[in-house]
Nanobody
Framework: PLVESGGGSVQAGGSLRVSCAVS????????IGWFRQDTGKERDWVAF????????YYADSVRGRLTISRDNAKKAVYLQMNSLKPEDTAMYYC??????????????????WGQGTQVTVSS
């Protein structure tokens, strides 16, 4: 399974790091990603990281502010969030077996999901 942690409340401009503990079957997944979903909205792709080469992909809305990384020895994936904005407020989900639904690598999705951790950014 995937277990997220590290969510919380922060003021705009602040930073937060959320973590995802990867265990069981998902440790063999070649792609781990982060998604987010605000109340009443669709779940949006945020970032992907691949196991081999650590190649990363980001949604345009977060590129330059959010950074995905992984520590294979600790079986963990992280999302470092800087310069946070109120519109970053959402439930953040870790996911495995991720893939792109469009050939231009702009619409990510995944097959295995964690339970989520809430991030709230106040203005």
């Amino acid at each position: 399974p995937l277990v997220e942690s590290g969510g919380g409340s922060v003021q705009a401009g602040g930073s937060l790091r959320v973590s995802c503990a990867v265990s069981g079957y998902t440790t063999r997944s070649t792609c781990i990603g982060w998604f987010r979903q605000d109340t009443g909205k669709e779940r949006d792709w945020v970032a992907f990281i691949y196991a081999f080469g650590s190649q990363t992909y980001y949604a345009d809305s977060v590129r330059g502010r959010l950074t995905i990384s992984r520590d294979n020895a600790k079986k963990a994936v992280y999302l470092q969030m800087n310069s946070l904005k109120p519109e970053d407020t959402a439930m953040y989900y870790c996911a495995a077996d991720c893939f792109f639904r469009k050939p231009d690598n702009t619409d990510g999705w995944a097959s295995v999901w964690g339970q989520g951790t809430q991030v709230t950014v106040s203005s």
